[in-house]
C-alpha cells in the first residue's frame, strides 16, 4: 500500500485531540470531548434500505430494479432491512485490476500449488459453480499520539526470570486496515488486507457489470470500538520491538491518540463456489492480485494416513534397530 | 412547547427540608418532596442558571420502576412491619443535575514490582518412626524490584452530583450510566418530569470530579502494571484539557417515611438500566427473634443427637 487519497473536506476537528468530528457526533469518539454546538447539524443522512443476507448476515445496497437476490457471499436468501442508525457507506472504492477469466486461472493454480495433503485430482477436478465479483468493506484508519507501557522482560533479570520494565513513544499508525465485512471471515479480509493498491481507487462506485458491494452494517458506536480495539492492538505491536531482552510477559499498553482520522474503504475481490467430489468450496480471489487467494480445500485423507502410518513404521523401525 | 422561560410549563419548588430545587410540571400534584418526603415544599422562581448540555434520557417505565420498588420492600424481611407496607406510588422520576468530566491524564508513577521465583530449601523433620530426616521443599519468593514510568489516556464517564439532595456515593452505586445514548438537552425532553436544579457550583463538582478522576486513573494503573503483583503505587497526575459539563440523568426516586421517630429511606432506581440502591431499615426485634430461634434449633438437634434420636 502506498499513498491514499486526499479526503479534501473541511472537517470539524476536535479541540482536545484533533481527530474529525462526525456528523450527529456529541461529543468525540476518541477523546470524548462534547461537541459545543453540532457544526454539522443540518447533514441529513439518507435512509436507506439494504438487503441482508439470512446466511452469513453480510448487507449490500437495495435496488429496487434488481429486487431480492441471493448472497454473493453465502448464496443464501436475502430480507430487506430498514437500519435505525444512519448505514455508512464507502468513501472509496479500490479499482478490479483482473478479469473474471483471470479469477478463475487464479483459483485454478491455486488449487495446484496447495501442497500434499491435498487430493491429487482437485486441480483437474474442481469444477468453479459460482463466480462472483463483488465490494467487501473496512475501515483504514491512520493515528499520531503517544503510547505508554509496560511489561516483565527477561532483561536484567536477577533471581527471578522477570524483571519489570516501562517506556513510552510517539505513536504513528498509517493506513491500518479494519474489516468490516460480514460476508467475508476476519481470516479471509487479513489474508488479502496486505496486496491491496489503494492509490488506485475511485470516490464512486466503479461501473462494473455485476458487481455488488457490501455495506457497513455495523452500528456507528460498535464501529467506533471495533476501530479502538484495533488501535490499541496496532500500538501493542509497535510496542513489542521497544521492549528489552528476548522475552517478554504481561505487556501492557495505554494510548493517548490524537488526530484519529477513519475512511471507509470497499475492496475487491472474487468470490468463487467450487465443486469437488459433489462438495462445494469456496476461495476468495483478490480482485487485483491474482497470486493472492484465500479459501478452503479438500484435505485428501488417503494421504495424510498414508504419512501417518509411514511415520509410525518409521518409528517402529528406528525402534527395533536401537533395542538390538 | 417553548422554551422560553416567560411561559415555561413549568413551576418551581424548593424544598426547606434538604434543599432541593425542583422543576416541576404543572398537572404533576406533589405535595411532598420526592427526595426527602417532607411536605415543607414551598413555590419558587424558576432558576436561570445555566441550561445542561446533555441528559440521558429514562427508558424504565414507571410501571416497571413501581414494581421493582415494590419487589424491594418486600425483600426486605428484617425491616420493621410498618415500612414493609410502604406505598410506593410516591416514586418519582427526576432529571437529576450532574457533572460529567472528561480530561486528559499524564501520569509519573514510581512501584515496587514483585517477580516471583522458585527454590528449593531443605529442611528436618522426624518421620513416621520418629528418627530426624532432612527433606526438601519448594518455596516461592518475591523478588521485589523498583519501576518508575509514565501512563497517559483519555478521561471518561466520570460523573459527580450537582445535587445537594443526592450524595455521590449514591450517585456511583447506581453508575454506569450509558453515554453513548446522551442526547442533546432542549426541554422538550423533561416535559412530564420532573427536573431538579443543581444545587452545587460547577467549582464544588470540579474539584471532586478531579479527585474521582485521580481514583479511576489508580483503578487503570493497577491494572496496567508488569510482575506477579505489586505495591507501594504512587503517582502524580496532570490533567489537561479539561471539560466539565451539566448533564441531566435520569433517576427514580422513592423517599419513605414509614414512621415520624425513624430516618428517611431512600430508594433510587437508575432510569436507564435499572440498578438500584437503599438500604432497608432493620428491626432489631424481628433480627433478635430469628437470631433466637435459629439458636433454639441448633440446641435442639444436638440435644436430640445426643439421645440418639436422629
Ligand atoms: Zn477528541
Ligand atoms: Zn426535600
Known sequence: MNTDPSTGATEPLCQRCESPLEPEDLRCAVCALPVPISPLADVQQAVTQILRCNGCGAAVRYLAEIGAPRCDFCDSVMEIETPEDPVEQAEFFVRFA????????????????????????????????????????????????????????????????????????????????????????????????????????????????????????????????????????????????????????KLSVAVLPTRLVSRHYAFPAYVLAYRYRDKLYRAIVHGQDATCVVGKAPISWARVAAVALAVIALIAVVATIATA | MTASPANEPFHGLGCNSCGARLNVPPDERTARCPYCASPNIVMRPRADGEDPTFAVGFVLPDNVARERARKWIRGAWFSPGAFL???????????????????????????????????????????????????????????WRGLSGQWASYIDDVFVTASKGLHNTELEAIEPFDTRALKRYSPKLLSGWIAEDPSMTATQCLELARAEAVGQIGHRLSDHMPGDRHRGLKYSTQLVHEDLELILLPIWILAIKYDDESPLVRLLINGQ??????????????????????????ALTVMLGTRGVL
Open chain 1, 98 to 249: 483482473i478479469t473474471d477469466e483471470q479469477a478463475r486461472k487464479a483459483l485454478k493454480r491455486w488449487l495446484g500449488g496447495l501442497g500434499f495433503f491435498r487430493p491429487s485430482d482437485l486441480q483437474s477436478r474442481a469444477a468453479v459453480d459460482a463466480l462472483k465479483p463483488l465490494w467487501w468493506v473496512g475501515w483504514m484508519f491512520d493515528a499520531e499520539g503517544t503510547m505508554t507501557w509496560a511489561a516483565d522482560s527477561n532483561a536484567g533479570s536477577r533471581r527471578a526470570d522477570w524483571a519489570p520494565h516501562s517506556g513510552q513513544a510517539p505513536l504513528r499508525l498509517h493506513n491500518v486496515v479494519v474489516p468490516a465485512s460480514r460476508g467475508l471471515t476476519e481470516v479471509e479480509c487479513r489474508g488479502l488486507i496486505a496486496s491491496y493498491d489503494i492509490s488506485n481507487v475511485a470516490t464512486q462506485p466503479p461501473h462494473h457489470d455485476r458487481a455488488t458491494f457490501e455495506q457497513f452494517a455495523v452500528q456507528r458506536s460498535a464501529a467506533r470500538k471495533i476501530i479502538s480495539g484495533a488501535l490499541e492492538a496496532a500500538a501493542r505491536n509497535r510496542a513489542v520491538p521497544l521492549i528489552p531482552g528476548a522475552r517478554h510477559r
Open chain 2, 85 to 143: 407496607r410502604s406505598d410506593v406510588t410516591a416514586i418519582r422520576g427526576v432529571y437529576v443535575p450532574a457533572y460529567m468530566f472528561t480530561a486528559e491524564a499524564h501520569v509519573k508513577y514510581t512501584v515496587s514490582i514483585g517477580e516471583n521465583y522458585v527454590v528449593i530449601e531443605t529442611y528436618t523433620t522426624t518421620d513416621s518412626k520418629g528418627r530426624l530426616v532432612t527433606r526438601t521443599r519448594t518455596k516461592t519468593v518475591t523478588e
Open chain 2, 273 to 298: 438500566t435499572g440498578a438500584l440502591v437503599g438500604q432497608p431499615p432493620r428491626s432489631w426485634i424481628k433480627i433478635t427473634v430469628a437470631v433466637l430461634a435459629v439458636l433454639a434449633a441448633i
